[in-house]
């Protein structure tokens, strides 16, 4: 992998990710935030009570995605997403989100957001 793309990963930045569609099965694009903390990358969002995003539909049922790096660069790197539904596993990590988002509603977060871990496909 490209030198530049591997450090614009390690960058917390807003991507467009591709998944595929669960009943579809074509692909579907979104805008949404890649967090870099500790040698992860992962993606979370705001705590929402009333339904469970159609992202991680997507991801349960086929967990290879594409990143769109969009900012420094221009990037398209395929990854493996692995939804984190443990509560001890996902504390680090919403921990780290809610730090970079000025959140204090870690609790909200932990049983409300989203959150996904990414492997890129090279191992980056």
């Known amino acids: 992998m490209d030198e530049r793309v591997r450090t614009a990963l390690h ?10 569609g669960r009943r579809t099965g074509q ?4 805008e949404i935030f890649l967090h870099h903390d500790g040698g992860a990358l992962f993606i979370t969002g705001l ?3 009333d339904r ?11 967990p290879r995605v594409t990143l769109h790096l969009k900012q420094t660069l221009a990037a398209d790197v395929p990854a493996t997403a692995r939804v984190v539904t443990d509560p001890t596993e996902r504390r680090p990590y919403i921990e ?3 730090r970079r988002w000025r959140r204090t509603d870690i609790d909200a977060m ?3 957001s989203p959150l996904i871990v990414l492997t890129v ?4």
């Open 27 to 30: 692909p579907r694009r979104i």
């Open 96 to 98: 780290a989100a809610a």
């Open 52 to 62: 469970t995003r159609a992202w991680i539909h997507n991801i349960t049922a086929d």
């Open 11 to 20: 960058h917390s930045q807003v991507i467009d990710m591709t998944t595929t």
């Open 121 to 124: 496909d090279d191992g980056v």
């Open 47 to 49: 705590p929402r009570t």
């Open 110 to 112: 932990l049983a409300h």
